[in-house]
Structures are given as C-alpha cells and as structure tokens.
C-alpha cells in the first residue's frame, strides 16, 4: 500500500452552516486534513448529482457533501432534497463500481467547527485506505484533443490494438 | 452530377436505417438531390469501394450506431475522411443507447452472457477471437473493444441528430433543410448544432399537468390502477424521464400514457442525463430520513440502466470501473 498517497477530495459546503463550521475550524486553528478542496454553495439543495460525477471523473478520490442539520435549513427543506439524492446517487454509483466510501454527506451547523474538521480526518482516512480512485481515463471527444496529442493516441491506441490482436 | 449522401450502420439496430425510409415520399427528395454512394442497408456498395473515393467527395454521410469493434471505428474514420459533412445520427451515434449499457459489464461478463447464458447453446464452449488459423490460412475478425464509444469521442462530428430512432417529421425536416443547402436556397447551420430536435424538455412539450404531489411510491405501469389521463406521470408514481430528455418528439410517448425513456438524450445543458434524472425524482419523492427515502428509492432496482438506458456511454463517468478494465 502506497504511503505517499494524498487523497484529492472535493467538498461542497452551505453557505450558511457547514461553509462557517469550516470557517471556525479555520479561526480556532484546528489541525485537519488539507485534503479538501471546499466550494461554497449557497445550500446543500443546490448540489446536482452532476457537480459530484464531474469531480469522480476528472480525478477527485472522493467527494464530500455537507448541509445544514436536518430541519435547519436556511431554505426550510432543501437539505432533504440533498440527503434524497445522495442516497440515489449512491445506489447508482454502486452500479459503476465507485465505493459507496468515496462519497459522504454530513452535517455540521455554524457553530460545530471542531465536528466537521473530525469528520474531514475521518472522511480522509477512508479515503486514502481504498486507494486514488483514477477513474479511467475518459475517452475525450475528439474535436477536443490537440492534433499533436490525438495523433499520439492514435498511436498508443493502435500499438495496444495490435499487441491485443498478438496475444 | 448531383452531390453524394451515404448512411452507414456501426453498432446499431438498424432501427435508424427504417426511420429515414418511415419519411415516406419525402425519401424520393433525397433521390432527387443526391446520389446514394454508400448505403449497406439499401444497396450494395463494399468497403474497398468507399476507400477508393476522394476524401470529402461524399457531402453528407448520417451515421448511425455506437463504436463497439475495430471495425465500427474504422468505418467511422474511413467515413470522416470521405465526407464533407458527418452527421451523428440516432441515439447509439450520439449517446451510445441501448448497445452502450452494456458499458457497464467488463468484455468477459458480455461474453458469458452472449456465448454461455441459458439461452444460449454452445457446447463448445466457442467464443470470438480476433485471429483464427485455419487450413486456408487466417481468418481475422474485427476486435471487440474494451468500451462502446459515441462516434464524438472517436472523430470529429458536425452535427447531432438524437432521438431512438429520430421521429420522422424530424428526420423530413432535416431532408428539406439539406435539399435546400444543395439548392443554394438555404445556409448549414453553425458546426456542433443539434438538429431534428428541440431545444427544452420533454416535460416542455407534454400537456399533462403538474402539481406539487410527492411520490410515496414508484411503480411498474403494469402494477398500477388506471392512470389519469391529464395528470403528469411521474406525479402518479411512475418513472418518467420527461425532465431530463430532449424534447423534439412532441411528448409522444408520455401522451399515449406510456413514460418517457429519455431516447432523445440529455437535455439541453444538461451534461448528464442521469444526474439530471436522479436530481428530478429526488425533488418529488418523500421521506425525510434515509429509512424513508430507502423505501421510495427501493422502487428503483436498477437506477443506472434507467437513468442512462440512453445515455450511458456519452454520460460523465462513461462505463463502469469493471468495464475499463481490461479482463
């Protein structure tokens, strides 16, 4: 097992919870895992499945979702929404073979700084204990491939194509 | 000499190839203005043929069919070469369709399905090979790649027709609009575009009505009593993809009571049908904690054929970790 391994992870935070329990962590000087690369959303509703597949394909280990507690929302009931399409989106990432690990939604209200970085240690662990994640490389349109680039795949791709053909 | 037009088939039903002739008299427009020089469906053209062609000598060439084996993208490179104006046509061409889910299993697990399942009899145990010696020498077959591609992620694409298959009044205006170009009387429009299909939802283009009802419980139409015919849908409880789909079909199949599968693809600016999906139903079903929601959700059994039964190979992720890896 790799040692030297530093989890890439993506956090979406509430603007008006867990984005200021991050901002106390920071104040009060606590010492987490830098591991996180936090954005800030106005609410944890305005997450769409597609910010956290985008994240898992173009090179994130691991997302984080955080929100308001339930029944604490700023927008009344936007974070249930988040909790419902986290545990869709779960079940359909179990059916492309991500580990249901590399995807956590928590709570943490202004106030919980020290719980939030805790759980970012935590999160990062487990992280780091199933390995980077490297989803495949994803076949990238053309059109969007630098001639030079393209030509070298091409090249890659049909030396492999023959190596395959060979064994 | 009139300008040429070809139509070729990759990994596809064929589906596509009935669509365009489904355009009834419209079809002897296309006669009219162009020669076919190459179409395997309609007529008998070889490939040696179409590689004896000068590049960008065939005007437009609609391509339908997801890009499965060695031969599949040779064709679509030989094809790119040879036309002026690609054309990604059908949903396999565009998002991998129905071929493409099975982006999820490895080649293996394809392989057992296909050569050892129960349906299947094979006491030989035979599977494909891309080289077989035989006394005459070697045979070769086309390999079997790794993933299904969208033609877009193997050679550049001018434009994109979706739809499984395109509806025909969609396929009769995209005919008129090529006729026209060929008589000067009408421009192309910018390279990229999506055309044959709108430019909203689905739910856009079906009249039933939406109202704020949460989903208690999704189920299977054959499950349920008789649905209201004015009512939306999903409302009542059944999958419908209406809100992440393309419209272009004018709510077709939402309207004859049946949901909407999403074979016109991800909406517009939507990067991911499925997520847009998952995004949908999560806003209408209820349950405010995870026993709740699991509930609901159990109506689901296989969210990823259902969210991207279209879409899947032209989706973010593509496929699944099993079916990249090499086996």
């Known amino acids: 097992m790799a040692t030297d391994f530093e989890p890439v992870i993506i956090g979406f935070t509430c603007n008006w919870c867990s984005y200021r329990a991050a901002d106390v962590a920071g104040t009060t000087r606590l010492k987490y895992a830098p591991n996180v690369r936090l954005i800030r959303l106005m609410c944890s509703g305005r997450i769409d499945p597609t910010f956290v597949l985008k994240a898992l394909a173009d090179g994130a280990d691991g997302v984080l979702i955080t929100g308001c507690h339930p029944g604490d929302c700023h927008y009344l009931e936007q974070n249930y929404k988040a909790m419902r399409r986290y545990r869709l989106l779960q079940r359909t990432l179990a059916q492309f073979g991500v580990e249901p690990d590399r995807v956590h939604l928590t709570w943490a209200s202004a106030a919980e700084g020290a719980q939030l970085a805790e759980t970012i240690d935590r999160f990062v662990e487990r992280v780091r204990a199933l390995g980077p994640l490297r989803w495949p490389a994803r076949p990238r349109p053309a059109a969007a491939v630098a001639p030079a680039e393209a030509a070298e795949a091409a090249e890659a791709a049909e030396a492999a194509a023959v190596e395959e053909a060979a064994s | ?327």
């Open chain 2, 1 to 327: 000499m009139k300008p040429k037009f070809a139509m070729y088939w990759a990994a596809s039903c064929g589906g596509c190839e009935i669509a365009v002739l489904n355009i009834d008299a419209k079809v002897l427009d296309l006669d009219a203005n162009f020669d076919v020089a190459f179409w395997p469906a309609a007529m008998d053209v070889k490939y040696k043929d179409v590689e004896a062609m000068a590049d960008d000598s065939i005007l437009v060439t609609l391509f339908n069919g997801g890009i499965r084996t060695a031969e599949n993208e040779h064709m679509a490179k030989l094809l790119r070469r040879k036309s002026k104006i690609l054309v990604a046509f059908g949903s396999c061409a565009n998002e991998g369709c129905i071929p493409g889910l099975a982006n999820l299993s490895s080649r293996e697990v394809i392989f057992d399905t296909a050569y050892t399942g129960p349906s299947t009899e094979n006491p030989g145990g035979i599977r494909p090979l891309v080289a077989v010696p035989v006394a005459e020498g070697e045979l070769r077959l086309p390999a079997f790649e790794p993933v299904l591609r969208t033609l877009d992620q193997v050679v550049e694409v001018d434009y994109h027709m979706p739809g499984c298959p395109p509806e025909s009044h969609q396929i009769a205006g995209v005919v008129d609009l090529l006729v026209q170009v060929v008589q000067g009387k009408a421009e192309l429009p910018p390279k990229g575009t999506v055309i044959g299909a709108g430019q909203s939802t689905v739910c856009d283009e079906c009249p039933r009505q939406r109202d704020v009802k949460r989903i208690t419980r999704i189920q299977r139409i054959q499950e349920m009593p008789p649905l209201d015919p004015a009512v939306c849908l999903l409302e009542q409880g059944l999958l419908c993809s209406g809100p992440a789909t393309r419209s272009g079909c004018n709510a077709r199949c939402p309207q004859a009571g049946a949901p909407c599968i999403g074979c016109y693809g991800a909406a517009p600016e939507a990067l991911d049908q499925g997520a847009r999906m998952m995004t949908a139903i999560a806003s209408v079903i209820e349950g405010r904690d995870a026993a709740a929601i699991d509930e609901v959700l159990d109506g689901i059994p296989d969210p990823a054929g259902m969210f991207y039964r279209f879409s899947l190979a032209h989706s973010l992720l593509r496929a699944s970790r099993s079916a990249f890896e090499k086996p």
